[in-house]
């Protein structure tokens, strides 16, 4: 993938950790500071499979990703725990450890594709974090455990929280903080209990690109870490002007925190204008939320009114951005309206927002946006006056500021903040410390941030770490012996509903899985755990990357014994219980076909990218894997037993791999059925190899009496597979 250039030291260590580490970050720092710019480049260059969620409509408009309620399909209002709904014990102790658990019904909204996209995601990023909500960001932890069968935080996915805990807050009504008090120290993000429970680090950047005036800088941190002197409020105060009325062509804004404020000065300036009515109607297409609209439906401008911008220029002149004031001069049908910003005129034409929904491409497997609605406008609004809240991410060179009616902690300085210099800035109404809103609780969060900033060594050591889990993931099995249970338990609840035969080869091969993989897996982790110990590199260990070769030689021999399982036919009159037999069935198929799929692209050696690019494609694709395997040109209708057929395209001259290819299965499950034809008599051995690898295998275990296969390979070479191993020692054991 193409490489970002990054300026700043610290967004190239933002940088570093989500591209080769799992670890959990924080990005925070002061308005202006590079964040966006950040997303931006992360969001046109992923170097991993992401979705961009943000808390509301017009900021994941504004990062080009969905809603949190939206993507994960949450329902409105506190997010309380499934077991608390039912209690009636007294009340917990704030902050207790809640166990989330999601609903069935919950469960199901999800549809194929958007369980492919959640069960193969790699990093989720989530934009305004400081307006997110505690108890909905444990309930993003829920779901992502839930579907993705990962009791891990987040279910595993790599989190990448944006935004500055100093600006605009979550909201919790005073009823929704009733419900929810019992259970948390506060609203915010961070105390969350997934957040309290998971190791994260937070990477705050400082150097600011909207102001340069050194002065201004200095009373705007102050002003964000709640700790403004009477100096610098008397600076500030300096600029209080009550009766400042600009000149119409001087492009001042009016910041105010309620939006009947805003309407009330934007109506009356636009009714005070003798200049001819112009109303603009939006198209909106497919799914477009209202509450996303970026400006009016009904957008009434007239000449001489004072706009602002709200997108940025999409033809490659780039006229404006989203932010940028002016005033209406002119109006023409054909060139549509002149906005004069300085001494500049701009032609402004209707631009198109769109909504985006997430989505599979259906030919690489990858995670992409697909557009779902679309909204078309003039991008402009109204703009004598605008709301602080709508004022986030934009600058302007000139501002008067009334925060008199301010009520949430952070408002103040978001306002302040969208100034370029002081020299900009009036002051409706005087400042005061008390308008602040010092809040204690994000005073204890900031001052334990630079024990959360990671060095280089701490990088090194979470690459190393990542790699690691990687590595172990790849020879872990314990998904794979569950889904068996699961299989057993429904199959030995049901008895009378399935043969005796069905039932003793599920507990057989269960018992058979469990010695000769599972545990075998834990001896082979703690092997190269300790080659590990001893020289804790992957790519250059070669050590190391032989016994990963043979172990993925090893297991995928022994994951053919389960395709017996896999290819059973199963029919079952109890649609209730042949509904539960499908769902384990299924659920085990698709974790074997997953888990072989990895194992067969570590065979040459580990290497991470490549393994994670194998897993979430074939995740992607493991739904429909069934269906492929019945659309297989030129294969028939399967009757009788998975070796049968087998036998069948044998006798039609088919080499093994031709099999494999045509019954779209893996060359070693081809050989295990070689192997039992071979022992019933129903083929010769000498068919499927070269003699001279017949003869040594023979001529081994004459001599040996051994009848290992991991011990025979040792001695003979990776040169001869485990199937000619078996398919011959079938042979002998015939004869025999």
Not at 47 to 70: C, D, E, F, M, Y
Not at 194 to 201: F, G
Request: charge should be negative; proline fraction near 3%; charged fraction near 30%.
């Amino acid at each position: 993938m193409q490489t970002r250039k990054i300026e700043n030291a610290k967004l190239e260590m933002v940088d570093k950790f989500v591209r080769y580490t799992n670890m959990n970050i924080f990005l925070t720092g002061k308005a202006g500071t590079g964040k966006t710019t950040f997303l931006r480049g992360l969001a046109e260059n992923p170097t991993k499979r992401l979705v961009i969620l943000a808390p509301t409509g017009v900021a994941a408009i504004n990062a080009g990703g969905q809603t949190i309620h939206s993507f994960f399909q949450l329902e409105f209002g506190p997010q309380i725990p499934v077991d608390v709904i039912h209690t009636t014990t007294a009340n917990p102790t704030p902050g207790r450890d809640v166990p989330w658990r999601v609903s069935t019904v919950q469960y199901k909204k999800f549809s194929s594709v958007k369980l492919k996209i959640i069960r193969s995601l790699e990093l989720l990023v989530i934009d305004e974090i400081s307006m997110v909500r505690a108890d909905l960001l444990d309930a993003v932890d829920a779901v992502m455990r839930s579907v993705r069968r990962n009791d891990k935080p987040f279910g595993g996915v790599q989190v990448l929280m944006i935004g500055d805990i100093h600006q605009l807050a979550p909201v919790a009504k005073e009823e929704e903080w009733a419900l929810l008090h019992d259970y948390y120290k506060s609203v915010y993000f961070f105390d969350s209990h997934v957040l309290t429970k998971t190791p994260y680090c937070c990477i705050e950047l400082e150097h600011i690109y909207r102001q340069e005036d050194r002065q201004f800088i200095d009373i705007l941190n102050k002003v964000r870490n709640n700790c403004l002197d009477a100096e610098s409020l008397r600076i500030l105060n300096s600029h209080y002007h009550p009766d400042f009325e600009p000149d119409d062509d001087a492009g001042y804004i009016t910041l105010m925190t309620h939006n009947r404020q805003v309407d009330e000065i934007n109506e009356s300036k636009l009714n005070a204008l003798k200049t001819k009515l112009l109303k603009f109607t939006a198209k909106v297409f497919g799914n477009f939320p209202e509450s996303s609209y970026p400006t009016k439906f009904e957008l009434e401008l007239k000449i001489g009114a004072q706009v602002m911008f709200v997108k940025n220029d999409p033809s490659p002149e780039k006229a404006y951005f989203n932010g940028k004031i002016g005033r209406i001069i002119g109006y023409d049908e054909d060139d549509g309206l002149q906005v004069k910003c300085d001494d500049e005129v701009i032609e402004v034409q209707p631009v198109t927002w769109s909504n985006f929904e997430y989505s599979i491409n259906a030919e690489t497997k990858e995670i992409e946006e697909k557009e779902v609605g679309s909204f078309t406008q003039i991008p402009l609004k109204l703009a004598w006056a605008i709301t602080i809240h709508k004022s986030q991410g934009l600058t302007f060179d000139k501002l008067i500021l009334d925060a008199s009616l301010a009520f949430a902690h952070g408002q103040v300085y978001v306002a302040l903040s969208r100034c370029t210099s002081l020299e900009g800035l009036v002051l409706k109404a005087k400042l005061s410390q008390s308008g602040l809103f010092n809040d204690l609780t994000i005073n204890q969060f900031v001052a334990a941030l630079p024990s959360r900033e990671p060095n280089e060594e701490q990088f090194e050591y979470n690459k190393k770490l990542y790699e690691s889990q990687m590595l172990f993931e790849l020879v872990d099995f314990i998904d794979i012996e569950s889904d068996l249970n699961g299989l057993r338990k429904v199959v030995f609840a049901h008895k009378r509903s399935f043969e005796d035969k069905l039932k003793e080869k599920i507990s057989s091969k269960g018992q058979k899985f469990h010695e000769e993989v599972v545990e075998v897996a834990e001896k082979f982790k703690r092997q190269i755990g300790g080659i590990l110990r001893d020289n804790f590199q992957i790519d250059n260990n070669l050590q190391l990357q032989e016994r990963v070769k043979k172990g993925c030689a090893y297991f995928l021999d022994k994951l053919a014994d389960l395709d017996e399982i896999i290819e059973s036919s199963v029919d079952v009159d109890n649609k209730e219980v042949k509904a539960s037999f499908k769902s384990a069935f299924e659920l085990l198929k698709s974790d074997i076909f997953v888990k072989r799929a990895c194992l067969v692209s570590c065979m040459t050696g580990f290497d991470m990218k490549k393994y994670l690019t194998t897993k979430n494609k074939k995740i992607v694709e493991s739904e429909e894997h069934g269906k492929k395997k019945e659309t297989k040109p030129k294969e028939k209708r399967e009757k009788g037993s998975s070796v049968k057929r087998t036998k069948e395209l044998i006798d039609e001259g088919l080499t093994i791999d031709e099999i494999a290819e045509r019954r779209g299965m893996t060359r070693a499950t081809i050989e295990q059925h070689v192997a039992e034809l071979v022992l019933n008599g129903e083929a010769e051995a000498k068919d499927f190899m070269s003699r001279e690898h017949h003869d040594n295998i023979v001529e081994y275990f004459e001599e040996t009496k051994d009848s290992s296969l991991g011990r025979a390979r040792d001695v003979l070479g990776e040169d001869y597979s485990w199937g000619e191993l078996r398919i011959v020692l079938n042979e002998m054991r015939r004869e025999s």
